[in-house]
């Protein structure tokens, strides 16, 4: 089953999506040859954080929101941009104490990606893993490693006894 059927089933069993809903999105994804996630990110029925947590509660790993704050600097460096791109992957940490090297990657079962991680990251060093969408990880590339400027959608609110008059509403009340 590849991570786009599990992530389905899991948004419709979990309550998280209709099922229209994921037809919506795999029609668009289809169309425009992107992958589940992508689409889902686009047509904004998710955003980055939920569906990290979404995919975090699918694989049973930790979500590391990776737009909150840039990685460490040796964590960069152990990870080139080129070698971030090619394994579609991002560093969260890299503890040098331990020799821990921290990753968010889209799909903890991906068995092709364990041996590609190994030669980037030889013994001593060790893998840890967090999950996160393709779309925050390609995003968190662009941003952290390219320098491209990014602003979380800000929600606002109105109160609801606010409201707004105009110089001639003002007239007519006195």
């Known amino acids: 089953m590849t991570d786009d059927s599990k992530l389905k089933i899991h948004l419709i069993d979990h309550g998280l999506l209709t099922e229209e809903q994921v037809l919506r999105a795999e029609d668009y ?3 425009m040859k992107i ?4 689409a889902i990110i686009f047509l904004e029925m998710f955003d980055f954080a939920a569906l990290g947590q979404a995919l975090a509660d699918l694989y049973g790993k930790t979500y590391h929101p990776l737009l909150e704050a840039p990685p460490s600097d040796a964590a960069k460096t152990k990870l ?3 070698s971030a791109e090619r394994l579609g992957v991002f560093p969260v940490n890299f503890n040098s104490k331990n020799n821990v090297m921290t990753l968010a990657i889209h799909d903890p ?6 041996p590609k991680l190994r030669n980037n990251f030889p013994p001593p060093v060790q893998m840890a893993f967090t999950v996160a969408s393709r779309p925050e990880i390609h ?3 662009e941003v952290y490693y390219k320098g491209k400027a990014y602003s979380p959608d800000i929600e606002l609110a109105v109160p609801q006894e606010f409201t ?3 110089p001639d509403q003002e007239g007519k009340k006195e």
Do not use: H, Q, S, V
């Open 29 to 31: 994804a289809l169309t």
């Open 35 to 38: 992958p589940l996630d992508e």
């Open 80 to 82: 080139p941009l080129k």
């Open 109 to 114: 079962e991906n068995k092709d990606l364990l």
């Open 139 to 141: 995003m968190a590339i």
């Open 164 to 166: 707004i008059t105009t």
